[in-house]
Every structure is written in C-alpha cells, then in structure tokens.
C-alpha cells in the first residue's frame, strides 16, 4: 500500500512543469551550470570592476586577461605547438567555410563529403577555385564515413568534417594526411584528444562543445598563411587577426565578448574534470550506454554505421515494425522531460546530442524512458 502511494507521487511530481529537464539538443545546447553561473555573474559584474561584462571596453586589462586565458585553456587542453595560432572569431563555422578556400586555396583543393555541412563547405570552396570531392556518402544519406579514398597530392588541402552532427557519424582518430589537413571540427572539438600536429587548420563553431554561438574558434598553423597570391579583405585574412603582441590576438575588431567569456568558464570546467582525455572516457561512456540500449530494444534502429557511430551525436529511429510509434515515443520522451531529441529533417527519427556538458544522468534517463517505453508497447 505504502509502496504504491510512493509510486503515484513519484508520477505526479514527474509530470509538473518544473521537473528536471535532459537536454539532448544539438546546438545550441547544454553548457556547464558552473560556466552559466560564472556568466550571470560577470554580466553584473565584472573582474570586480563594479561594472557588467556587456558594458565594458575589450581594452580593459581584465578582459584582455580573459582574452589571453583562454587562449592558454586552448592550448593546455589540446596541447597546441606555438607554431600555431588561435583564433576567436565572429561569423559560425559557415564564414569558414569560405574563410578557408580564401586563404588556403590557390588552384585545386579536396575535400570528403560527409554531410551537409561538408556539402556546404564544398560549395563556398568552389567560389576560389577547383574542388575536387575525394568521396561521398551521399549514396547512403551519410550514415557512412568514405573509406579507402585517395588524397589527391595536387591538392592545395584536404578538407573534412570530423563530426557530421545531423547524421552521427565520427572521424574519431586523426586521419594521416600527404597534405595540408583541415577539419571542421565544430561539434567534436573538446571531446578527445586530437594529435593537432597531423592538421594544418582545425575551426568550429563553439556552440555544440566548447560555448554558445557567436564565437567560432580557428587554430592554424602560422606557416601556411600568406601563401596564395589573390588580396584578402582584412576581415578574411588570418593574419589579420594574429598579434604579435598578444592583446592583438583575435582583438583586430571587437570580439564577441559574452561568447568568449562563456567559452573561458566552459573551459575551466573541462580543466577541472580533468581535461580532454577525462572527457573522452565520459562521453564514450555515455555513448555506450545509449548505443547499446538501441541495439537492445526492439522498438529502436541506430542510423549510423556501427564502426563510424558518433559519440557526439546519436540518431535512430523506430524499427520498421513500429514506424507509426513515433509521435507515440515522442510524446512520451517529452513527458519524461527529455528535450531536443527529435531528429534532423534530413533523418527523420531521433538524435540525442551528448557533448560534454550532458550528463550521464540524463543519457540513463533516455536509456530508461526508451525501456519503459518498450515494456509498454512492444
Ligand atoms: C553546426 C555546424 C556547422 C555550422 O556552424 P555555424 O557556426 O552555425 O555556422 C558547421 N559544421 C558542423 C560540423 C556543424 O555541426
């Protein structure tokens, strides 16, 4: 008797608003409560200035530390030579997609199709020059990564995606590459290691792993600029934004302060747990667990080839048997305080994103949801 009044008011509280919720979206997406908490803060108050993050000068000594601290996260975490610099720009990934061709691109380059993202990098290429799509899987709506391509050595680089966000697959070691390597690094940055040495350039968006949008990171090596004979804008030029003086890094223009900052706490939390390789052992952990859930339940079907399968991003749908339980599963999951886990357009289904800032927690909260689920309709 006792047990079954627990059990009713472990439902009601489940079902009020306030409940805890798990968010699995894509981007943008969960940050670390610390670096959120840390942000409100500094908005009222910054550097114990008295005066709020948003209505300072990036002049200001304080920020400037901020500016050069996070660089140092950068290079800490990654392990990033001084041969390379990095970068904290405006414009998304999708301004360096352009970005890149303009500054690297003299005649020809290569690149890996793997995605829309990669398709969209491809396009923008091609307004500098020749571009040669090495492989795709297209074929298969890019539930694959291309395997026994060959790199043109005529290229001026290779470009790749290392994680395809809307289709859950991963690149999850650094590729050997006879020329200049350049990956889109924008939703799997932070959660492994990466030999940086093996690339000549590596940028993102930081809004899937690292911070919010507004900011995206570029990392390159220094010696490979200036190469191309076509004049740049300033804003397109590399070099532009590379002081010699540190307080000239990234600071040609005025940064997206609120973004770096954000950026700067979520990096001190990544630090705190240890690092990339203290987050790499995580997310594994965390795809495991869901990915076998997947492969256990009836009801559900990964998308993604096993041997390619995201640790960033995972999709499946119903099986086919239950394709019509879908708005069922969802409803369901919504219920149960699960957030952003439909999946992209282009896949249709599910996509639970587990960067690093989502718990554990709550990847067992969806395991479970997707159990429960199981039991009662299967
Ligand atoms: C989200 C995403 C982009 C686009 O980033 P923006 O900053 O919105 O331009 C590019 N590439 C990948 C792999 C992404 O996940």
Avoid at 79 to 105: C, D, R, W
Avoid at 158 to 170: A, D, L, Q, R, V
Avoid at 267 to 279: D, F, P
Wanted: hydrophobic share 40%.
């Amino acid at each position: 008797m006792n047990f079954d009044l627990g059990i009713i008011f472990l439902l009601q509280t489940n079902s009020t608003v306030n409940m805890k919720k798990h968010n699995f979206n894509a981007g943008p997406c969960i940050l670390p409560e610390p670096a959120i908490e840390a942000t409100i803060n500094a908005i009222r108050n910054f550097d114990n200035t008295g005066i709020g993050l948003l209505e300072i000068s990036h002049r200001t000594p304080g920020w400037e530390r901020v500016m050069a601290e996070t660089e140092q996260l950068w290079r800490d975490l990654l392990n990033i030579p001084n041969e390379y610099a990095v970068m904290f720009l405006g414009g998304g990934a999708s301004t360096q997609f352009f970005a890149v061709a303009a500054n690297l691109l003299s005649k020809k380059a290569a690149y890996l199709e793997t995605g829309v993202w990669a398709k969209k990098a491809v396009k923008e290429a091609k307004f500098y020059g020749e571009v040669e799509v090495v492989a795709s899987s297209a074929d298969k709506n890019f539930s694959y990564v291309p395997k026994g391509y060959k790199i043109p050595t005529d290229a001026d680089y290779f470009h790749i995606t290392t994680n395809n966000t809307i289709y859950g697959t991963e690149i999850k070691t650094d590729i050997d590459c006879p020329i200049k390597l350049v990956a889109d690094m924008s939703s799997d940055i932070m959660s492994r290691p990466v030999d940086i040495k093996k690339y000549a350039m590596i940028y993102g968006g930081a809004q899937k792993n690292v911070g919010p949008a507004g900011v995206t990171f570029v990392i390159v090596r220094k010696d490979i600029l200036g190469k191309i004979e076509r004049k740049l804008p300033s804003m397109v030029d590399y070099r532009t934004h590379i002081g010699e003086e540190a307080k000239d890094n990234s600071m040609y223009n005025t940064p997206p302060v609120i973004s770096i900052f954000v950026m700067h706490e979520t990096l001190k939390w990544v630090k705190s747990l240890g690092g990339v390789a203290a987050m790499h052992k995580i997310n594994n952990q965390k795809a495991d667990l869901l990915y076998a859930e997947i492969d256990r339940n009836k009801m559900f079907v990964g998308t993604a080839a096993k041997e390619d399968r995201s640790i960033m991003n995972v999709c499946f749908v119903m099986a086919e048997q239950y394709k019509e339980k879908e708005a069922d599963f969802m409803a369901f999951a919504k219920e149960k305080g699960m957030v952003g886990i439909k999946g992209h357009r282009s896949v249709g289904g599910f996509r639970a994103s587990i960067y690093n800032a989502c718990p554990i927690e709550s990847v067992q909260a969806l395991v479970d949801c997707m159990k429960e689920f199981e039991k009662k309709n299967a």
